[in-house]
């Protein structure tokens, strides 16, 4: 090979390079003067099997429809102006696999500072809807991450379904099952906000759905904040070997004493993992727990607040480099 032809390879290397990082950038914006005025019509101009970081740039304002990213549109980053400047609302409910607000079927999905709305029952003050399960976001790409983003519903907001997710300092609110699904997912840095007080009786956080003792899935809560009103259990087990960990998380009162339910599980209690580890706060008092709660080691609970729980691939620092500032 020639060296002209040499330089030739090497350049078009570094372009597929640079094409793969950078990527090209749409923007949204409801007063039209940006290319488009929906997200799902920006998402929809995506090339299907996509390979390179494409950015969404989402302008302020309430974004009123249904989004979903296909699994054949990777890559995809949605940058919004702020979560409380930019807000996805829809209000679908019953059928949860159809009635999302935002569904991410794709691997490689990132979000930044935007709040997903289930407007069905939230805010639930003052709200005459009955409570039904419906869902902000339903989230099951793989190496998918999501920061200063909100999700906003009462029952069921996160449907955590599947895949490696990492959520750094987002805003969770809702009242029973607001965070649940089989997904390997840490939160960190992120606010509980529980809206107990507008059900009949104590809500639940998490419903987490690992099905079988070698399944790697579970959720981890670091350094997160839990907060609100009414009364909450920490999770109940939606699968027969749910795994959840609160680890050095702040708990206001509003945690129920007993603080975990078997739920689906009664009988079969020794199968759960469900653990607090150097949590704080008046809801932390953990004397009257469930005797049947899991206590965790320092290295077992070490290892999973951790982001190698998620990541040993680097993806989570490359999706960091995709953010930004």
Known sequence: ?????????ISLSL?????LISGDIIVVDPSKRGGFTT??????SVPSNNTKWTTIDIKPGTY????????????????????????ISWNGHADINETATFSSEADNTIARDITFINSYNSPPKG??????????????????AFYRCGFFGLQDTLWDVKGRHYYKSCTIEGAVDFIFGAAQSLYEGCTISVAAGAVNGPGFITAQGREKPNDTNGFVFKTCNIVGEGKVFLGR?????????FYNTLMSDIIVPLGWDAWNSSGRENQ????EYKCSGPGSMSSKRAGWA???????????????????QGWVDQAFKVLGP
């Open 1 to 9: 090979m020639t060296s002209q032809k040499w330089c030739v390879c």
């Open 15 to 19: 372009l597929s390079l640079v094409s």
């Open 39 to 44: 997200v799902q019509a920006a998402i929809n």
């Open 64 to 87: 009123r429809e249904q989004v979903i990213i296909p699994m054949d549109k990777q890559f995809i980053f949605l940058k919004g102006s702020g979560s409380n400047n930019t807000f």
């Open 127 to 144: 709200n005459k809807n009955p409570m039904v399960p419906a869902v902000a976001a339903r989230i099951q790409g793989d190496k998918s």
């Open 237 to 245: 087990a939606w699968r027969d070997y749910a795994r959840v960990l």
């Open 272 to 275: 759960l993992s469900f653990s």
């Open 294 to 312: 899991k206590k965790m080691s320092d290295e077992e609970a070490n290892n999973l607040a951790t982001i190698s729980f998620i990541d040993n």
